[in-house]
Nanobody, 114 residues
């Protein structure tokens, strides 16, 4: 099991930037994939970006604006979010996929004002 804690959410104006962090502890060596998901108001949770040893992947809605990265030495994952738009307003969740299970953080709120 992996314990995940997100931080860095907040209120930002449209066009601004924000960086989310996710700290991992526990069975971190069992992690295959880490990812950021978000849940916008009234919507289901959706994948924003994922990262593995092979590379990164992004949803079309954030491609070119968001960057996912990972610092394995510090057990941290980041989501650099640029050119934010009001539609990015959501609770952002950190996710870790292990071989037979997955774990979630508690989420961090990002609000983009117009």
């Amino acid at each position: 099991q992996v314990h995940l804690v997100e931080s860095g959410g907040g209120l930002v104006q449209a066009g601004g930037s924000l960086t989310l962090s996710c700290g991992a502890s526990g069975s971190i060596f069992s992690i295959n994939t880490m990812a950021w998901y978000r849940q916008r108001p009234g919507k289901s949770r959706e994948l924003v970006a994922g990262i593995t040893s092979a590379g990164t992947d992004y949803s079309d809605s954030v491609k070119g604006r968001f960057t996912i990265s990972r610092d394995n030495a510090k057990n941290l994952m980041y989501l650099q979010m640029n050119s934010l738009i009001p539609e990015d307003t959501a609770v952002y969740y950190c996710n870790a996929k292990l071989q037979r299970s997955e774990d979630w953080g508690q989420g961090t709120q990002v609000t983009v004002s117009s």
